[in-house]
T-cell receptor
């Protein structure tokens, strides 16, 4: 079974440019997560989708970040315009959420490493 | 709010040495606790978990026990291998299934042959 796929794996852009990251979750996983991982830190949740609905986007900086998950499968995370401080690894994860379950394992993709010059 | 504190790295050990990576947490109620591992160039993988006090999670020779009295979840392995070289993250999730996972800052482990 294929894991979570992310592209590109690496991206270098100049500040003020736009950038987009793509994530394809594991087939059948209805929950999708985007995380931000700064160097030397653990991942921090940016947004969580249940199917096509964003159910937790409280940590997403909405002035420059946006995300979508059309049709409840693939997802795109966009930054416009990018700033120097956005240099980090952007991780996507997916899981199967079932009613009444207290924990559903999240499976992570390899991440996209963004460098803003 | 909920938080996780784990020992800073890097940690460098010789092969077959005993490993301990300390992790303590702050949380209300009864969180679930996890250790994730990130091998070079790969995504995070769940290594083990424990969902209630005194539970012991184990996998691939690694163990961690949920200690509510000390709010700790230390990771241990009796004999490490070069292939264990990776970054290890301690994490917690609140009781509610809607709670998000809070990660520690990670501990880089390097094993010398």
């Amino acid at each position: 079974e294929a894991g979570v796929v992310q592209s590109p794996r690496y991206k270098i852009i100049e500040k003020k440019q736009p950038v987009a990251f793509w994530c394809n979750p594991i087939s059948g996983h209805n929950t999708l997560y985007w995380y931000l991982q700064n160097l030397g830190q653990g991942p921090e949740l940016l947004i969580r989708y249940e199917n096509e609905e964003a159910v937790d986007d409280s940590q997403l900086p909405k002035d420059r970040f946006s995300a979508e998950r059309l049709k409840g499968v693939d997802s795109t995370l966009k930054i416009q315009p990018a700033e120097l401080g956005d240099s980090a690894v952007y991780l996507c994860a997916s899981s199967v959420s079932t009613a009444g379950s207290s924990y559903n394992e999240q499976f992570f993709g390899p991440g996209t490493r963004l460098t803003v010059l | 709010g909920n938080s996780v504190t784990q020992m800073e790295g890097p940690v460098t050990l010789s092969e077959e040495a005993f490993l301990t990576i300390n992790c303590t947490y702050t949380a209300t109620g009864y969180p679930s606790l996890f250790w994730y591992v990130q091998y070079p160039g790969e995504g995070l993988q769940l290594l083990l978990k424990a969902t209630k006090a005194d539970d012991k999670g184990s996998n691939k020779g690694f163990e961690a026990t949920y200690r509510k009295e000390t709010t700790s979840f230390h990771l241990e392995k009796g004999s490490v291998q070069v292939s264990d070289s990776a970054v290890y993250f301690c994490a917690l999730r609140g009781y509610s299934s809607a709670s998000k996972i809070i990660f520690g800052s990670g501990t880089r482990l390097s094993i010398r042959p």
